[in-house]
């Protein structure tokens, strides 16, 4: 099995593909662009190893994975999303005191290689993005009802100040 780490940027993403059985790097971590041309590169770079023996990671982070999830589950990939507090615990668990794109490519590759009971990553099989654009736009709403729960209240503490 291959694992891919893939470590997300606003205008760029990195990866890496590590060798499951053995640890080894079959390719070492490179950046490819957050467009139509990088995500074919990184398709191009996965060609020689079969769909079903790879397993892509990334960390679910706010909307910048959107777009190359949707590529990726679209060309047919297993793709396993993980929560970034646990790739940043387990860099730090594992020493690392420096952060960049590259070495957390490959933390992101340590985070798949946990045993199967202990999994730290969940599998998304979305095909629609329905429910993912429902729960943002419920979330919106929520922040907003929010907001205006604030100045609802801070509008009545002014009221109440100067008509006692």
Do not use: W
């Not at 990088?38 to 397993?55: A, M, V």
Request: charged share 25%; hydrophobic share 30%.
């Amino acid at each position: 099995m291959k694992l891919v780490g893939i470590d997300v940027g606003k205008n760029s993403h990195h990866f890496c593909v590590m060798d499951k059985e053995t640890g080894e790097f079959n390719v070492t971590p490179s950046s490819f662009p957050n467009n139509k041309e990088g995500f074919d590169f990184l398709i191009n770079s996965l060609k020689p190893y079969s769909k079903k023996s790879i397993l892509l990671g990334m960390e679910d982070t706010g909307h910048y994975h959107v777009a190359l999830l949707k590529f990726l589950l679209s060309n047919g990939y297993t793709v396993a999303l993980i929560n970034p507090k646990t790739t940043d615990l387990t860099r730090k668990m594992e020493g690392g005191i420096t952060k960049n794109d590259k070495l957390d490519t490959i933390t992101i590759c340590d985070v798949l290689d946990t045993p199967e009971r202990k999994k730290q990553y969940r599998i998304t099989k979305v095909d629609r993005f329905d429910l993912y654009e429902q729960r943002q736009l419920t979330r919106h709403h929520h922040n907003l009802k929010e907001e205006l729960n604030v100045y609802c209240n801070r509008l009545q503490k002014s009221i109440d100040l100067v008509f006692p």
